[in-house]
């Protein structure tokens, strides 16, 4: 059984920075991806980014590239998400997912979720 636990979320000022972790037990990993997706009130649960676990390629949305970074640690079990430049409207519970998604920015192609942490950017 997998199980997923994020942290590192927090309230932060715009234009600031957080680092999310995501730890995960109950297996090891060869083709899969661990990626990170948002979710605010009201709206649809979002792709964030994605890193292949074997080679670290990582995967990132459109409002991501540039500001976020994935990155993964094989000895800990841990995928990390950087996040720098922050802005209001990243507001939302991030969630880490792993699994072999055919889409990697579908969220229901991932089978296993975390409990989510929340980050709060404030303007």
């Known amino acids: 059984q997998v199980h997923m636990v994020e942290s590192g979320g927090g309230l932060v000022q715009a234009g600031g920075s957080l680092r999310l972790s995501c730890v995960v037990s109950?297996?090891?990993?060869?083709?899969?991806?661990v990626g990170w997706f948002r979710q605010s009130p009201g709206k649809e649960r979002e792709f964030v980014s994605t890193?292949?676990?074997?080679?670290?390629?990582?995967y990132y949305s459109d409002s991501a590239t540039g500001r976020f970074t994935i990155s993964r640690d094989n000895a800990k079990n841990t995928v990390y998400l950087q996040m720098d430049n922050l802005k209001p409207e990243d507001t939302a519970v991030y969630y880490c997912?792993?699994?072999?998604?055919?889409?990697?920015?579908?969220?229901?192609?991932?089978?296993?979720w975390g409990q989510g942490t929340q980050v709060t950017v404030s303007s």
């Open positions: 890193i292949v676990w074997s080679d670290g390629m990582p």
């Open positions: 109950g297996r090891t990993f060869s083709d899969d991806f």
């Open positions: 997912a792993a699994g072999r998604p055919s889409l990697l920015r579908r969220p229901w192609d991932y089978d296993h």
